[in-house]
């Protein structure tokens, strides 16, 4: 595997389920980051996290949790969530979060019934 | 606060055609500007950025991009499209600190035989 790789693809989930989105980043980068894509709306930063650590919390909801284990993993972990959070979450990296370039992974389609 | 303005919803174009999209920017300090473009069912790509130096920035499939800090614009151009390039286009701002991007709503192009 080449990039940045996101699973599962495309995952429905009821209110009261518990979730998790995993990203993996195969460039050797010190920051990741999820973004939520909706419908109609400017992509939204939600996290970034620098060599582990949590540098950004962009005002997203508590029900949204995330985990860096180590700089080659991201996961997003979901928790009663509502319908409108049915969205195309999106991983990047980039090499440090500087001015570097950031490469984004194809995102998880994601639907809250 | 700074902000990007993608002033198309949606630009459709015949094959082999020119075609510009629009991008406006409103931001107090220096910038650094990227355009990104994103096919179906994938994630996003980088075409070009400008962090500094010559305004005309050439990317990548024949795009480019120049810089206008008089009119705080980003315009992207390529001068004949292919069918391969029908997809949404993402106008981007760097904010300061942490490698934040602030994107537009996207332009959506879509190219006709």
């Known amino acids: 595997e080449t990039g940045v790789t996101q699973t599962p693809r495309h995952l429905v989930m009821g209110m009261t389920n518990k979730k998790s989105l995993k990203c993996e980043q195969h460039?050797?980068?010190?920051?990741m980051y999820w973004y939520k894509q909706s419908a109609k709306k400017p992509l939204e930063l939600m996290f970034v996290?620098?060599?582990?650590?949590?540098?950004e919390n962009n005002s997203v909801p508590s029900r949204f949790s995330p985990e860096c284990p180590n700089s080659s993993h991201l996961f997003l972990h979901l928790h009663t969530l509502q319908p409108e959070d049915s969205a195309l979450y999106l991983c990047?990296?980039?090499?440090?979060?500087?001015?570097?370039?950031?490469?984004f992974g194809p995102g998880t389609r994601l639907t809250v019934t | 606060a700074q902000s990007v303005t993608q002033l198309d919803s949606q630009v459709p174009v015949f094959e082999e055609a020119p075609v510009e999209l629009r991008c406006n920017y409103s931001?107090?300090?220096?910038?650094?500007l990227f355009w990104y473009v994103q096919y179906p069912n994938q994630g996003l790509q980088l075409l070009l950025k400008?962090?500094?130096?010559?305004?005309l920035v050439k990317g990548i499939n024949g795009f480019e991009a120049e810089f206008n800090k008089s009119q705080t614009s980003f315009h992207l151009r390529k001068p004949s499209v292919h069918i391969s390039d029908t997809a949404e286009y993402f106008c981007?701002?760097?904010?300061?600190?942490?490698?934040?991007?602030?994107f537009g709503a996207g332009t959506r192009l879509a190219v006709h035989p």
């Open positions: 931001s107090s300090v220096s910038v650094y």
């Open positions: 981007a701002v760097r904010k300061g600190g942490y490698n934040k991007l602030i």
């Open positions: 990047a990296s980039s090499q440090d979060t500087g001015k570097d370039e950031q490469y």
């Open positions: 996290y620098s060599l582990e650590e949590r540098v």
């Open positions: 460039l050797g980068h010190n920051a």
């Open positions: 400008y962090l500094s130096g010559s305004t």
